[in-house]
């Protein structure tokens, strides 16, 4: 019989249950997935502890990478046999084997493994918009900052944007994720527990500050990232890891030399089918390539869901976590 993770009331990493599961027929626009790896990400957190309502009792996680076991009707350019990878769609990723609508789908090229696909296909995405499309006027050259540069979004962010050909500052916890961070290809570091991140990002710009700012932290970063910022450059609010973005204020931004503000959505930014393959094909293309390499820093089986989630909220991972199966 199948394994699924499930949660029945929102809380603390306890409420996950490894539970039995029967997995049906794929309907019209769907198909069975056998998985073969599974993302553990951040943002699962955010629907078991409820800060991303759901609603209960319901499966959890949104990224995976398997094998396509069986299709519905009307399902076209996918078929049994086909290697996939997903973010997106219905909770439930948890899992040896699920249903799920065939939209969030992409094809993996043979070079990519299942593990690779798992600890990339949320973040690597992720990190390519906000690259890409978060701030339109970035350019060659312009010097970005991007907090928590160690994690699994981090590593992945910071070879794309050496590869888009941007200088990245990049902040980080400890020495350990520093030397990390800098293996990956991050030009400079601020530890930002212990440093004035502002005005070392000052300092590393000759006083003008960066064009773009990635912050991924949230309320404990947000005023330096802010205060980081040259003159209309952009604030990109990635995540909040430490708690919500505080309220902004629009003087504030004004103040800050018409800065701007953004706190994108992945859905946002896949919906058009041009800017989804666009973006797939930029990310899957240097993956396959191997002029990304994922860092799988953690993984685990899916029993151990409860000791994942602890893991990943502590702060103590580095790379990306996965499940594999």
């Known amino acids: 019989m199948a394994k699924a993770v499930r949660f029945y009331e929102a809380g603390g990493p306890d409420v996950l249950k490894y539970e039995d599961a029967v997995v049906g027929d794929p309907g019209p626009g769907e198909v069975r997935i056998r998985h073969a790896a599974v993302g553990c990400n951040f943002a699962d957190t955010y629907f078991r502890?409820?800060?991303?309502?759901?609603?209960?009792?319901?499966?959890?996680?949104?990224?995976?990478?398997g094998t396509i076991a069986a299709v519905g009707e009307g399902v076209t350019g996918f078929a049994v046999g086909d290697r996939v990878s997903y973010n997106g769609g219905p909770l439930g990723a948890y899992?040896?084997?699920r249903v799920m609508p065939v939209a969030p789908l992409f094809k993996l090229p043979a070079s990519v493994s299942f593990e690779d696909a798992a600890g990339s296909t949320m973040r690597g995405l992720s990190a390519t918009y906000w690259l890409v499309k978060a701030n339109p006027s970035i350019k060659i050259g312009d010097t970005?900052?991007?907090?928590?540069?160690?994690?699994?979004?981090?590593l992945l962010a910071v070879q794309l944007a050496k590869l888009l050909g941007l200088r990245v500052i990049g902040t980080v916890s400890s020495e350990e994720k520093a030397e990390k961070a800098r293996s990956y290809g991050c030009d400079e570091i601020i530890f930002y527990r212990r440093?004035?991140?502002a005005a070392r990002v000052k300092e590393l710009t000759?006083?003008?500050?960066?064009?773009?700012?990635?912050?991924?932290?949230?309320k404990d970063t947000f005023e330096g990232s802010l205060k980081s910022l040259k003159r209309r450059g952009v604030l990109v609010g990635c995540g909040t890891a430490s708690g919500p973005i505080p309220p902004i204020d629009a003087f504030q931004l004004m103040m800050q030399g018409s800065v701007y503000f953004?706190?994108?959505?992945?859905?946002?930014?896949?919906a058009d089918p041009a800017e989804r393959a666009e973006l797939s094909s930029l990310w899957f293309d240097h993956l396959a390539a191997g002029r990304i390499k994922v860092d799988i820093g953690r993984r685990f089986?899916?029993?151990?869901?409860?000791?994942?989630?602890?893991?990943i909220e502590s702060g103590q991972t580095m790379g990306s976590s996965i499940f594999t199966i």
């Open 195 to 197: 440093e004035d991140v």
């Open 301 to 311: 089986a899916l029993a151990d869901c409860v000791q994942a989630h602890r893991d």
């Open 262 to 270: 953004i706190r994108p959505a992945f859905a946002d930014f896949y």
């Open 49 to 65: 502890s409820g800060y991303y309502p759901a609603p209960l009792p319901n499966g959890i996680g949104v990224e995976g990478a």
């Open 95 to 97: 899992s040896t084997e």
């Open 144 to 154: 970005i900052l991007l907090h928590a540069a160690a994690g699994g979004v981090g």
């Open 206 to 218: 000759n006083g003008e500050g960066v064009s773009t700012v990635f912050d991924g932290v949230g």
